[in-house]
């Protein structure tokens, strides 16, 4: 059965960095997309980062462009999100996902697995 198990999250002062990492079970992600997505209390998931199996397209979100690295280790099955200069707006639970799929699919809802999410937050 699918599981992926985020770890990393934190409280970071503005500025700071924080690295997520994304442990995933029985998911080769050299054949399926990982992404990170991000919630707050009162508001939809929204989409962070992608990076797809296929040719490794990575994808960013405009807020996180510039300040964000998504990458995997292949060996290790875990994909990272090294986050930098946060901003207390990067203040959400953070979720790893697949959609079960070699690309990074546009509509959440194609999504199928989530992890549990991990906490992060940046004080001003």
């Known amino acids: 059965q699918v599981r992926l198990v985020e770890s990393g999250g934190g409280l970071v002062q503005s500025g700071g960095s924080l690295r997520l990492s994304c442990r995933a079970f029985?998911?080769?992600?050299?054949?399926?997309?990982v992404g990170w997505f991000r919630q707050v209390p009162g508001k939809e998931r929204e989409a962070v980062s992608c990076i797809s199996s296929s040719e490794g397209i990575l994808y960013y979100d405009d807020s996180v462009k510039g300040r964000f690295t998504i990458s995997k280790d292949d060996a290790k099955n875990t994909v990272y999100l090294q986050m930098d200069s946060l901003k207390p707006e990067d203040t959400a639970v953070y979720y790893c996902?697949?959609?079960?799929?070699?690309?990074?699919?546009?509509?959440?809802?194609?999504?199928?697995?989530w992890g549990q999410g991990t906490q992060v937050t940046v004080s001003s």
């Open positions: 029985e998911l080769a992600l050299d054949y399926y997309s």
């Open positions: 996902g697949t959609p079960y799929d070699h690309y990074c699919l546009d509509e959440k809802d194609d999504w199928l697995y």
